[in-house]
């Protein structure tokens, strides 16, 4: 193994996933992961559980509209599930968000941890980033995975992003991530989500600031509510964070949508 990585490959992809229900299409080039998936989706060209990748991404999104900077070298990948119509995709965030850090472990040995509410960390670096979007009885969670910088490093617009840079097999990869959220979401156990979620939390202890009403606050993280929400102390009092942007240090970290 190399830290050069290898093309995508459907059969790969497939024998880490072990789902053979599954639809797995592996591309070069596309705009993004997620709006293809999406598309195809809704025009019934594909039903859950299907997993699409590419190899790169011309106008990958993030949240909030951002793009999400996705150059050869990363692995992208959008998963089809079904999901209950109205039910909020906060909970597809959380389960990808800990699928990702297990794979990545299992895979690398690193220790990603999760800077809430759906960024993956290693060390100082972004190395992953989630896009949860539900649409009528189905859902894609878009996950964007670094794994080789870019040769000359990551443009200043991908702002904190870093890579594994350590040996990885992206087929492999992909694969048990997907195996991870597709069982996830067939089998259910959202305490086990958040625990593990919890475990592996980066913001927890640390001084957050907030704007609120226009008012900018100051709180300090004590880990994640029951249904996901950030649980901070703010002038003696404890209250959720469910929405907005908190930052730590100078870094903007998180959004919850
Ligand atoms: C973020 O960090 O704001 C979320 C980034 C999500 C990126 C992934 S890459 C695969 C999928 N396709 C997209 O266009 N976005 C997601």
Do not use: H
Not at 2 to 14: F, K, P
Not at 110 to 138: M, Y
Not at 220 to 235: H, N, P
Request: charged share 25%; proline share 6%.
């Amino acid at each position: 193994m190399s830290t050069v990585a290898e093309a995508l490959n459907e059969t790969r992809i497939r024998e880490a996933l072990n789902l053979p229900e599954a639809g797995v299409q592996a591309l070069d080039t596309v705009d993004s992961t997620n709006l293809r998936l999406k598309e195809a989706a809704r025009a019934g060209r594909v039903s859950p559980p299907f997993l699409l990748a590419a190899e790169r991404q011309t106008a990958g999104r993030g949240r909030l509209g951002r793009r999400f900077v996705s150059p050869a070298g990363g692995l992208y990948m959008s998963l089809l599930l079904p999901w209950q119509p109205g039910r909020d995709p906060g909970a597809l965030t959380l389960l990808s968000a800990v699928a990702v850090c297990q794979a990545i472990e299992e895979e690398t040995g690193l220790q990603p941890r999760i800077k809430w509410v759906n960024d993956i960390f290693v060390e100082s670096r972004k190395v992953c980033g989630i896009l949860a979007e539900a649409g009528e009885g189905w859902a894609v969670a878009g996950i964007g995975v670094n794994l080789l910088s870019p040769p000359g490093g990551f443009p200043p617009e991908a702002g904190a992003a870093g890579a594994l840079d350590v040996p990885a097999d992206k087929n492999r990869l992909a694969g048990r991530i997907a195996a991870r959220i597709f069982s996830g979401t067939a089998r259910p156990d959202p305490e086990g989500v958040l625990a593990a979620y919890r475990e592996r939390m980066f913001l927890t202890g640390k001084t957050v600031r907030y704007t609120e009403k226009g008012a900018e606050k100051t709180a300090l993280v004590l880990g994640v509510s029951d249904d996901g929400g950030l649980l901070v102390r703010e002038d003696g009092g404890e209250k959720v964070l469910r929405s907005g942007e908190v930052t730590v240090g100078s870094q903007s970290v998180s959004r919850m949508e």
